[in-house]
């Protein structure tokens, strides 16, 4: 992997733009639950300004982590290491997540931060736990690292457009930042489960129904639009 990127060779055929197009595909598929995650972390600050700046600042820094485990992922894979870290990582937001939950906290963020520079970190390496498996898909698909870097790099600008909707649509639906949370346990779990006994790892067409099960469910409830009281 590292030799192509030293001595690149750029075959732009029919073939090698089907390829772009699944990998652009694989990208949209795998990251609407990180797009979720990224949305919950960025809504935990408290203006709208600092969460796009958080979201700017934070991608930049996970495209330049996700570019490098693109560049050294033959190596990476070989150890299982980063997968249960990975995996444990995104178990931990969860955990921050719910036991920062309250009755009472419909539609504001349970990631409460004191800073922009508690909240860029997270988003970066989130979104390199999440690309774990997302970049070892593309590797499967793709044998060219500058079409893997395009696809990543697409994937990650879709990233930033996206995490902006679901910061609006967390607002709006009652149980949607719920099901990215849930979600994102199960990407944690799977990553873990992927290097205790991959057998029982479901194949990735469960993994996308049942994220699409959860986030029907995330879309399922509006929260109550509070009326503002007439100034008298």
């Not at 774990?132 to 696809?151: K, Y």
């Not at 991959?198 to 469910?217: A, G, H, K, Q």
Request: no cysteine; net charge negative.
């Amino acid at each position: 992997m590292l030799d192509q990127v030293l001595h690149p060779s750029i075959d732009f055929g029919i073939e090698t733009v089907f390829i772009l197009v699944i990998l652009v595909a694989l990208e949209a598929v795998l990251s609407a639950d990180n797009a979720i995650a990224l949305a919950s972390i960025a809504q935990g600050l408290e203006t709208e300004k600092e969460q796009q700046y958080a979201l700017n600042v934070g991608l930049v820094l996970a495209y330049i982590l996700r570019i490098t485990l693109i560049i050294t992922a033959t190596w990476v894979i070989k150890y299982w290491q980063f997968s249960v870290a990975g995996g444990l990582y995104l178990l931990w937001l969860v955990f921050r997540y719910y036991t920062n939950k309250s009755d009472d906290s419909e539609g504001v963020s349970n990631l409460n931060f004191q800073g922009l520079w508690q909240a860029i970190p997270m988003i970066a390496v989130t979104d390199l736990a999440f690309s774990l498996d997302s970049v070892t898909t593309a590797i499967a698909v793709a044998d060219e690292i500058w079409l893997i870097i395009a696809g990543g790099t697409i994937g990650v600008i879709a990233l930033r457009f996206l995490a902006q909707l679901f910061i609006r649509w967390i607002e709006e639906y009652t149980h949607l930042e719920d099901a990215g949370f849930i979600t994102v346990g199960l990407v944690g779990l799977r990553l873990i489960v992927k290097v205790i006994e991959p057998s029982l790892v479901p194949p990735e067409w469960v993994m996308i129904i049942t994220i699409i099960s959860i986030f029907t469910w995330g879309f399922s409830a509006k929260n109550a639009i509070k009326e503002e009281s007439p100034e008298g």
